[in-house]
């Protein structure tokens, strides 16, 4: 069965950092691309980033770009999220998630449970 | 950046009634679309992948279908944990989106 744990996440102020990991187990971690995925309090989905199995292919959004950087430790299955000059906007539950295929550009599934980031004075 | 479109925002519908939702995209998607299911206080879970093939474990009365631009979800006859929010989301190129969700209510 595949799971995915998130943890790292917790009150940070303005202009902090914060690095959110996701160890991964059931499946062969190297060979799926991994997703960060958020949702605001009481708002919609919204796709963060993603990386290649290998590691050598990111995509980030725009709202994340320069300033997040996701990274993977295939030898510890973890996944990995540094978030860097951090702002209220960036407030969310983050869900990791598994590519459903090997492509990076796929479908979400599964999920983990998420961990909140809260970015407040 | 492709914008999805969710509608209707809000459905209410008793238990064993049929639930129509649609998912309307800027530009056409081919058929690299997918339908997720979001219960309260729970992780997404996806229902419907490439517009019409039902995730492992999801019931039969969950189905997707359409093309290009225009996509629905359909629930045959709901059942009480089927009342959730559920959200469409492309994957043709990046980045990728989500729509903005409809919430199945019971009326």
């Not at chain 1, 303005?14 to 959110?20: E, I, Q, V």
């Not at chain 2, 206080?41 to 999801?58: E, K, V």
Request: hydrophobic share 35%; aromatic share 12%.
């Amino acid at each position: 069965e595949v799971q995915l744990l998130e943890s790292g996440g917790g009150l940070v102020q303005p202009g902090g950092s914060l690095r959110l990991s996701c160890a991964a187990s059931g499946f062969s971690f190297s060979s799926y691309a991994m997703n960060w995925v958020r949702q605001a309090p009481g708002k919609g989905l919204e796709w963060v980033s993603t990386i290649s199995g290998s590691g050598d292919s990111t995509y980030y959004a725009d709202s994340v770009k320069g300033r997040f950087t996701i990274s993977r430790d295939n030898s510890q299955n973890t996944l990995y999220l540094q978030m860097n000059s951090l702002r209220a906007a960036d407030t969310a539950v983050y869900y990791c998630a598994k590519a459903r295929v090997a492509y990076p550009n796929s479908w979400f599934d599964p999920w983990g449970r998420g961990t909140l980031v809260t970015v407040s004075s | 950046e492709i914008v999805l479109t969710q509608s209707p925002a809000t459905l209410s519908l008793s238990p064993g009634e049929r639930a129509t939702l649609s998912c309307r995209a800027s530009q056409s998607l081919s058929s690299f679309l997918a339908w997720y299911q979001q219960n309260p206080g729970q992780a997404p879970r996806l229902l419907i992948y490439d517009a019409s093939n039902r995730a492992t474990g999801i019931p039969a009365r969950f189905s997707g279908s359409g093309s290009g631009t225009d996509f629905t979800l359909t629930i045959s006859s709901l059942e009480p944990e089927d009342f959730a929010v559920y959200y469409c989301q492309h994957r043709y190129n990046w980045p990728l989106t989500f729509g903005g969700g409809t919430k199945l209510e019971i009326k």
